[in-house]
């Protein structure tokens, strides 16, 4: 098989995998906005804070959707398997690992703080 078939075999799958790529570079730009107007630690007190929860989730939201067009672009890509799939699967791969670690503070901190009250809140009205 030549290049050019291999190519042509893989080629609607850089759509998906340009879209997902795309949508960490805007992920990592939204990330640090947060980061610079809230700071990068997880406190109940940013809780309160106007906008820290909206734009958390919006966030996470975001955080979900980069992954699921990175795991679509790896399972179309396992589909074809051939030698240009694999780099996609590759890429996709480094790619959620780093969407993984741009969440992990304090985005991801946030959703733990926010499960823990969330389950604290509905303990204490249960006990009441």
Not at 20 to 42: A, Q, W
């Amino acid at each position: 098989m030549s290049i050019f078939e291999d190519l042509n075999k893989a080629k609607w799958n850089f759509i998906t995998l340009s879209i997902s790529i795309f949508s960490y570079f805007y992920l990592s730009h939204i990330s640090d906005e947060f980061v610079e107007r809230f700071g990068s630690k997880v406190h109940i007190s940013n809780l309160f804070v106007d906008g820290y929860l909206s734009s958390t989730m919006q966030i996470l939201g975001l955080i979900f959707i980069t992954i699921v067009l990175f795991c679509i672009t790896i399972f179309i890509a396992w589909q074809l398997l051939s030698i240009t799939s694999v780099v996609q699967i590759i890429i996709s791969v480094v790619f959620i690992c780093l969407t993984f670690s741009l969440g992990a503070v304090p985005f991801f901190g946030t959703l733990l703080l926010l499960i823990i009250v969330g389950a604290l809140l509905v303990f204490l009205a249960n006990e009441s």
